[in-house]
């Protein structure tokens, strides 16, 4: 009886299941995440070579000008060495990791998960997904913040392949899109754009684009041809963000 239920574990049937239990569902970039994952066996024993976790993000692809959602890789953390779980047998395994800063914020239609896996040798392994909220850093929403006081709303979050000169560890990246909706912005600009890069609890590197309202022929032909947009590079940290708004309004209006 034992042989058959090895074969059958090796395709899924009557193996171990998994399933992972986070502290909470809601996480700052840049915070520990807590949990344990719980195993179960199945009606054999089996070797697991290891367990892992990792972090996932949805972004929006690129190909032959169509637009594909994909997911990329965050992060891949191992919680365990080499054991045996015996048949029906329950353990915990504790464990705890940082959500990298670069994490995107789970707005729109941008997804993040933790999968959780077991690395069984010759079968089918086990997984469980969890979905969890990434809200911004205390540095990042009050950078947002600023943007906002100057008279912008937020129109558009979107988790986007990275143009090739902006790749970095990752495949994506996160772009904010604001328009003005009160204040002198709303005569001479479009919309601006914010991306964040290399971010830390106390800095990033914030590229912003700002896209100028047409005026007359020239500003039709400069919005046509995509002259009418400038982008800035800026490296902003938590100590500024007291003047933040000042200092933003003092660098979109280098390009009004």
Known sequence: MSFFNKVFASFGIGAATVDT???????????????VVEIKGGSTSQTIDSIYLTLYTTYIRESDDKKYTDYAPIQKVQISEPFTIG???KREI????????????????????????????N???PKDKDYIEIVPHNLINGILQSVQDLGFRIRKV??????RRFRGRY?????????PVSGAYQRSLDEIELMFLNQSEEQADVLIEVDRRARGLGGFLAEALEMDESMVKMTIRSSDLPHLSSKLKETIDKFI
């Open 87 to 89: 048949e029906n047998e």
């Open 171 to 179: 495949p994506f990246i996160q772009e904010f899109e604001f328009v």
């Open 123 to 125: 079968s089918v392994d």
């Open 21 to 35: 239990k986070l502290e909470k569902s809601s996480y700052q970039a840049g915070e520990t995440a807590k949990g």
């Open 94 to 121: 504790p464990f705890s990791f940082t959500l990298p800063f670069e994490t995107p914020i789970t707005y729109g239609n941008t997804r993040v998960w933790v999968a959780t896996g077991l690395d069984i040798k």
């Open 158 to 163: 979107e988790c986007e392949q990275a143009p």
